[in-house]
């Protein structure tokens, strides 16, 4: 592993159906975060980890959930998937959360939920 | 409220200059990211500005006024693999991003 990586690349969902979306780091950086993308808005912060075992809330957390067992894994769960939450869903992690912490991100996963 | 406002679109030739503007407004503030993405991709990043002034790095270079709420970045020399998304991002008081929708750059031949 080199970087940030995500899977899987795509899914496609039936609504109610629960989902895992896998992120994993190999640069040992103590800050992660999860992101979703949709055309004509901004990444939206979902939640975030500055550190292995403890989470927090983003801008749009609602039906999301995350744990951080270890430095390197960062999984997002959706519990009942909906409609709304189609997106591309973007992982990502600093070195440190704050400062210059320029921010790394995995390729990215093309969710739909129909 | 947290606000970044940046232009939707621009087009420009290449081997030309152009200059992507973001204004924000944000609760405190810790600096000012530039990214970019190419479609279908992740964003990487391209800069950091926290104090005021003139950041260059290469055929880049980015812009703050922390009194203005002000950013550009600046492209020079185009080149056609710059044909991007270029997504302003300010960072607030807790030290999260908040991100701009991105400044689709089309360069033409």
């Known amino acids: 592993i080199a970087g940030i990586t995500q899977a899987p690349t795509s899914q496609i969902l039936a609504a109610g159906r629960r989902m895992t979306l896998r992120c994993t780091q190999d640069?040992?950086?103590?800050?992660m975060y999860w992101y979703r993308q949709d055309l004509g808005l901004g990444l939206r912060l979902i939640h975030y980890?500055?550190?292995?075992?403890?989470?927090g809330k983003g801008e749009v957390p609602d039906g999301y959930s995350v744990s951080r067992a270890n430095t390197d894994d960062f999984p997002l769960t959706l519990a009942s998937a909906v409609p709304s939450q189609t997106s591309v869903y973007f992982c990502?992690?600093?070195?440190?959360?704050?400062?210059?912490?320029?921010?790394?991100f995995g390729p990215g996963t093309r969710l739909t939920v129909l | 409220g947290q606000n970044i406002d940046q232009p939707t679109e621009m087009t420009a030739t290449e081997g030309a200059i152009v200059q992507i503007n973001c204004t924000y407004q944000?609760?405190?503030?810790?600096?000012l990211f530039w990214y970019q993405q190419h479609a279908g991709e992740a964003p990487t990043f391209l800069s950091y500005?926290?104090l005021d002034g003139l950041e260059e790095k290469g055929r880049f270079s980015s812009f703050l006024s922390r009194s203005k709420g002000y950013s550009y970045l600046l492209l020079k020399e185009l080149q056609m693999k710059d044909s991007a998304s270029y997504l302003c991002?300010?960072?607030?008081?807790?030290?999260?991003?908040?991100w701009g929708a991105g400044t689709k750059l089309i360069i033409k031949p």
């Open positions: 990502a992690s600093s070195d440190s959360a704050g400062g210059t912490g320029e921010q790394f």
């Open positions: 640069m040992r950086h103590n800050a």
């Open positions: 980890s500055n550190t292995a075992g403890t989470t």
């Open positions: 944000t609760s405190g503030f810790n600096g």
């Open positions: 500005n926290v």
């Open positions: 991002a300010a960072m607030d008081s807790n030290y999260q991003l908040i």
